[in-house]
Structure formats: structure tokens, C-alpha cells
């Protein structure tokens, strides 16, 4: 009995973190999106429509992490992964510089506040968005990068703008630019990738759970 109180605790643990740090499906489609909107972005004239699609990215993608984490990733049962220490700091410097690059942006504009235009209005509410989302959801390294560029992209292209694509006659004219932006597109195919790992992970720890949970119905 007691190796088998352990075991479930050891699985509970294990599945809690599909609620925080392991992303999963979720993660593996913010990589997709940043991609997406790296190339989009860079490549493609900014109409309306591209503009509109590539503001709606990031809302999408934050609700699909929260779709994904209640129905798929919860539906056995709710749990929470308890931060460790590490992660508790990390998370609050990463929260931080994006609170502070808020404040800075908005101070920046704030003396031509008179003349913004409608897409800088967004431009700073998306900005904002990102130091809410980084407190609040953006809570492990890999979803903070991919969050990070996604709704910096947004806001850029509100503002008529775009990160530049290598290759470009943009990251040609900005090469500096060009190799920090191509950064996040790169640091997006790692939960692509972890995404099948954790996918299979997952599945092995449900069949587990499932059979505690019929082997306690039958008792």
C-alpha cells in the first residue's frame, strides 16, 4: 500500500507539471506561431489583415495554453506544480524587465501622447499585455521567449513595423536587429521538439492513473 501511495504521488507530480512548466501541446503552438509570425511579419507587405492576424497570435496562443491545460492536460483531475525557489526568481527578474521596459516605453511616448496615432495606442496596450502576461501566465523560460516575441511582434507591426528576416533588405539596412530577432524563431523549435516527449510522457502517465482510478473503484 505504501509503494503504491508513493507511486501516486510520484505520477501527481508528474502531471502537475503539464500545468506549468511542461507546455506540451500548447507550447509546441506558440513555436508554430512564432515561426509564423516571424516569417509573416518579415516577409509579407503589413496590410490590415496581416496586422489583425498577427495581433491575434498571442491572445490565441494564451488561450490555448489555458484550453489545453483544464481539457486535455486536467481532465482527470486538477493540479497545480508547486514552484521551486529557482523557478520563483526566474520568474519574478524575467516579470520584472518586462514591467520595466513597459514603464520606460510608456514614458518614451507619453510626451506625444497628444499626436498617437491608433496603432501606437495599441502599440502600448500590447506592451502592457506582455507585463501581465509574463506575471501572470508566461511562467517557464521556453513560454516567456516564444510570449516575449509574439506580442513584440504585435505591437511592432501596430506601429507600422516588423522584425527583420535574415536575408531581407530590412535586416540588411539592421543586421543587429535581424540577429536578435532570429533568436526567438530558433529558441521556438524547443518545444516543437520537447513537445513529442512530452506528448508520450503524458500518455504513459494517464493509462497509470486511469488504472488507479478503476483498481480504487473496485475496492
Known sequence: MHEKLCELELLTR????????????????????????YLLGGLLPLSAILRMALVALPILWLLARK???????????????????????????C???TL????????????QAVRL??????????????AL?????????????????????AALVCAGFAYPVIGTAAAIA????????LLFPLMALLPIGREVSDRRRFRSLRARLLQFREAAGQA
Not at 484550453?67 to 527578474?93: K, L, M, N
Open 133 to 153: 502576461a509574463a506575471w501572470r501566465w508566461l511562467r517557464s523560460a521556453l513560454d516567456f521567449f516564444v510570449g516575449t516575441f509574439l506580442f513584440c511582434q
Open 174 to 181: 539592421n543586421p543587429l536587429m535581424a540577429l536578435l530577432a
Open 117 to 130: 496615432s491608433p496603432g501606437s495606442l495599441v502599440y502600448l496596450a500590447l506592451v502592457w499585455l506582455l
Open 95 to 97: 516579470a520584472g524587465v
Open 100 to 111: 520595466l521596459v513597459a514603464v520606460l516605453v510608456t514614458i518614451h511616448t507619453f510626451p
Open 67 to 93: 484550453g489545453a491545460a483544464r481539457r486535455y492536460y486536467q481532465r482527470i483531475g486538477h493540479v497545480e506544480e508547486q514552484e521551486s525557489t529557482v523557478d520563483r526568481r526566474v520568474h519574478r527578474c
Open 14 to 37: 508528474e502531471c502537475a507539471r503539464y500545468s506549468r512548466s511542461a507546455g506540451g501541446l500548447a507550447s509546441a503552438l506558440g513555436g508554430l506561431f512564432c515561426l509564423a509570425s
